[in-house]
């Protein structure tokens, strides 16, 4: 007797996976592979498409292999790394370049020129955004103008471009035989080419952009009963499946975590970090710093927005004490070294190696390290590192507090960082609210494979997911409020030397 799964894919920033989710929402086989991290020049950070394209092709391979062979699949949902843009030929599916990931910063002087005497906030309206190099607008421009060729291709017709979701499901569906060129709703969100209100491409803001709307992918519902288009035979999975779900990376999640209701929020521990507040079926505009995104679009219902708060380094953080200082051999042991200490011993690690995202955006911040003595050991180091991650998460969630006047109940957690229980303590400690880990931990992937279950009746609707969801741990405040509050005054001075650093 066979077994029917949901097939999602993660196209993450540092990783792609491949999970097959049964009705549960349990794991019947995974695999993942790492991809390069391609550095050009300081401030600029790459991604091979090509070498993406083959990673996914392979993950699926292995995680239809680890599930056995009575695994069916009943449709393919795909959540993926937001903002990374990628332009390509529609004939040959060559990409142009490389892709230009979120966190690259070559597009500063771009985003000062589109402000002009408006400044930052000059689409924020419209969008929900501020001008920065995070999102994909600027990158495309910055393509546009520096690859040869590029723009009679793009108004020709020949050359398409779109976030990793788009070149994923293009490459899934037939690539140049054919391929569906589409994007879902929060992935549209990211581009600044999206209006919060239409949910449509906006004139005003592709004029601004002087984007070739011909390159530009269909907008559509995460979850669509209306496939987009289907695998075929000789591809990876081997058979015909609807390709019907898609999230960005941080909305999955919230799919994922059933945060469904306004004041609901998660908080998901990755590459970087990422906060966001289901507030219903009205975009809040952020006066905080933050920014006001498309949570999600089940079907034809209405679409729900969300307020978000962005962390550009996180686990990253972890990668570069292992990779770049050799402080760590794997980022599983940082936790061990941490606890060897009692506390940070008085260091403090701002981590703006890209600048600092919300609430400050602040481009020109760069990283620091302060507070040393000869006390200092590389424990402390260690502790400093995921002690910035929750200072970073807190200010969040002042800002969010701020914007949405609703007071924090408890934050769901996910990521491969949530399995640091030091971290979790910390971050519950420092919000003075629980912090919740639930069973499954893999909820961006999971969040994909519900918005693609949805949409072929795998799943019986949001009430089956929510029945689905469990607690694996919760992490209450412990520390008494003169220690937490030193400790936050702390963090403020060294934040303060982060953004003084280009003055």
């Keep these: 007797m066979s077994r029917t799964a949901i097939a999602a894919i993660d196209q993450g920033t540092t990783s792609t996976r491949c999970i097959l989710f049964s009705p549960e929402g349990k794991s019947l086989g995974m695999s993942q592979l790492e991809h390069q991290q391609i550095y050009p020049q300081p401030g600029w950070v790459e991604h091979d498409p090509l070498e993406i394209r083959r990673s996914t092709e392979q993950v699926i391979r292995e995680a239809l292999l680890a599930a056995g062979d009575d695994i069916q699949i ?24 490389n892709a230009i990931v979120w966190q690259d910063l070559r597009t500063q002087e771009i985003c000062e020129e589109l402000g002009g005497d408006s400044g930052a906030e000059r689409f924020q309206l419209k969008t929900g ?31 398409i471009c779109g976030t990793m979701d788009s070149w994923t499901i293009w490459n899934l569906t037939g690539g140049p035989d054919g391929g569906a060129h589409v994007t879902d709703v929060t992935n549209a969100s990211r581009t600044m080419w ?15 952009f002087e984007v070739p709307v011909s390159m530009l992918p269909r907008i559509v519902s995460c979850s669509d009963p209306a496939p987009w288009g289907h695998t075929n035979e000789s591809g990876p999975f081997g ?30 521990y990755g590459t970087g970090c990422f906060l966001l507040m289901n507030t219903g079926e009205r975009p809040i505009r952020s006066q ?14 209405p679409a729900c927005y969300a307020l978000e708060g962005s962390v550009a380094i996180g ?61 200092v050991n590389k424990a402390h180091l260690a ?60 909820t961006t992937a999971l969040g994909a494979a ?54």
């Excluded at 795909?78 to 990374?84: A, D, G, I, L, S």
């Excluded at 609807?242 to 609901?264: S, T």
């Excluded at 905080?288 to 219902?301: D, H, I």
Aim: aromatic share 8%; charged share 20%; with cysteine.
């Design 129 to 159: 955004l501020p001008l920065a190099t995070y999102f994909s607008g600027p990158k495309l421009r910055w393509l546009l103008k520096n690859i040869p060729g590029l723009r009679a291709a793009a108004e020709s017709g020949e050359a």
């Design 239 to 268: 058979q015909v499946i609807p390709v019907c779900g898609a999230a960005g990376d941080q909305q999955a999640a919230m799919i994922g975590q059933c945060c469904f209701e306004p004041g609901e929020a998660k908080n998901t």
């Design 288 to 301: 905080a710093g933050l920014l006001t995104t498309v949570a999600y679009r089940l079907g034809e219902e």
């Design 450 to 503: 519900y918005a693609a279950g949805l949409a072929v009746d795998f799943y019986g609707g949001v009430a089956s997911l929510r029945q689905n969801w469990s607690r694996d741990r919760e992490f209450t405040p412990q520390m008494d409020e003169s220690t937490r509050e030193g400790l936050l005054h702390g963090w403020k001075k060294a934040l303060e030397r982060s953004l003084d650093w280009a003055n």
């Design 383 to 442: 502790r400093a590192a995921l002690e910035a991650t929750a200072y970073q998460v807190h200010d969040l969630l002042v800002a969010m507090t701020s914007d949405s006047k609703i007071k924090l109940a408890e934050l769901r957690v996910d990521g491969g960082m949530t399995q640091n229980e030091l971290l979790l303590q910390f971050q519950a400690d420092m919000n003075r609210a629980p912090v919740i880990r639930p069973t499954i931990t893999e």
């Design 315 to 375: 686990g990253a953080l972890v990668q570069w004490l292992r990779d770049n200082l050799g402080l760590i051999d794997s980022a599983d042991h940082i936790e061990e070294l941490a606890r060897s200490v009692e506390d940070c011993g008085g260091a403090y690690i701002v981590p703006a190696f890209s600048g600092l995202f919300a609430p400050h955006w602040r481009p020109d911040a760069r990283g620091v390290i302060v507070g040393l003595t000869r006390y």
């Design 194 to 208: 999206m209006s919060l209100e239409t949910l449509d491409w906006d004139p005003e803001l592709i004029e601004a």
């Design 74 to 97: 009943a449709a393919v949902g795909v959540t993926n790394q937001r903002e990374t843009l990628v332009v390509w030929n529609r004939r040959t599916g060559e990409p142009y370049s």
